[in-house]
């Protein structure tokens, strides 16, 4: 799988809104889970919400819940992540990824393919 970001991340002030795309092609017999990860400066990688490839919504961070809505188009292979007042806490690079119907997007395993980072930053 390859994964492509059509609008990426910027610099937004806090309380704003910005939205995330990630195309995803290439041919898989598994029906993976697509995600959004985020890793902050000088943090671990965690996830951010993730949407199954019938799509479910599968994972939100505690977080996020109430900011972030993750959604897909599956006519046009793309899965979006609408961030809505945005925090400074919430600057980090995010990444899509592809994660194994067995992995976990809260736990981190499993995850199989990345997509390249964008650079998301929330200025006070």
């Known amino acids: 799988l390859r994964f492509s970001c059509r609008r990426g991340g910027g610099l937004v002030q806090a309380g704003g809104s910005l939205r995330l795309s990630c195309a995803v092609s290439g041919y898989t017999a598994v029906d993976y889970t697509i995600g959004w990860f985020r890793q902050a400066p000088g943090k671990g990688r965690e996830g951010v919400s993730c949407i199954s490839a019938s799509g479910s919504i599968t994972y939100t961070a505690d977080s996020v819940k109430g900011r972030f809505t993750i959604s897909s188009d599956n006519a046009q292979n793309t899965v979006y992540l609408q961030m809505n007042n945005l925090k400074p806490e919430d600057t980090a690079v995010y990444s899509c990824?592809?994660?194994?119907?067995?992995?976990?997007?809260?736990?981190?395993?499993?995850?199989?393919?990345w997509g390249k980072g964008t650079l998301v930053t929330v200025s006070s």
């Open positions: 990824a592809a994660v194994d119907p067995r992995g976990s997007c809260q736990f981190l395993y499993g995850i199989d393919y």
